[in-house]
């Protein structure tokens, strides 16, 4: 069983619709990040969070909104989606972002946008 | 430019065999930290090994090892003894710090199929 749990695993929706991801960490970490996996591209850094504060906004357009309430959950809430935003969101969580921390990542949701 | 460089699309393998997978990298800072992760089809990015920049010795988990050469920026993966579990995607990335941030940059990754 992985630390990170991600749900939903599959989301489609369309570009009027708004959702949200949910992820959940029962590691006790302290800093929890979304990045953004899409096909032959390297993940991409989107968001993250530090003892629930944003520390990172990677330009990110305004339609992902993060939610971090505590140190265990974080959102990302999406609304009016472009079919290029489709891809696999996966989030991770470390002790904190310090060099040598590693990550530990969920299964991810895969988003697609019609 | 590209921060991290993984130049093998696809990768296979007979079963039992070793594998290299090649990763180099581009900073100016002193201090970086290297990893590699394992993305099999379940989706999860998994942990495998870590090599700090000021590490004397090469890194080694288990069946992984790190072949570390700084002069070439290079981090190979090495798998020994390769199992049909290994099949996968598997990710360089690079952590430095940027402005006081910290980055973790990822290649695009090598997708290796052990062959029974």
């Known amino acids: 069983e992985t630390g990170v749990t991600q749900t939903p695993r599959h989301l489609v929706m369309g570009m009027t619709n708004k959702k949200s991801l949910k992820c959940e960490q029962h590691?006790?970490?302290?800093?929890m990040y979304w990045y953004k996996q899409s096909a032959k591209k390297p993940l991409e850094l989107m968001f993250v969070?530090?003892?629930?504060?944003?520390?990172e906004n990677n330009s990110v357009p305004s339609r992902f909104s993060p939610e971090c309430p505590n140190s265990s959950h974080l959102f990302l809430h999406l609304h009016t989606l472009q079919p290029e935003d489709s891809a696999l969101y996966l989030c991770?969580?470390?002790?904190?972002?310090?060099?040598?921390?590693?990550?530990?990542f969920g299964s991810g949701t895969q988003l697609s946008v019609l | 430019a590209q921060k991290i460089t993984q130049t093998q699309p696809g990768m296979f393998v007979q079963e039992k065999e070793a594998v290299t997978l090649d990763c180099t990298y581009d900073t100016s800072d002193p201090s970086y930290g290297l990893f590699w992760y394992k993305q099999p089809s379940s989706g999860e990015m998994i942990f495998l090994i870590y090599q700090g920049s000021y590490d004397q010795q090469n890194a080694t988990e288990g069946r992984y090892s790190l072949n570390f050469q700084k002069a070439r920026k290079s981090a190979n993966l090495v798998i020994s003894a390769s199992q049909l579990g290994d099949s996968a995607m598997y990710f360089c990335a690079m952590r430095e710090v940027v402005f006081g941030n910290e980055k973790l940059t990822f290649g695009t990754g090598t997708r290796l199929t052990i062959i029974p």
């Open positions: 991770a969580s470390s002790q904190d972002p310090q060099l040598g921390e590693k990550l530990f």
């Open positions: 969070y530090n003892f629930k504060e944003q520390t």
């Open positions: 590691l006790g970490h302290n800093a």
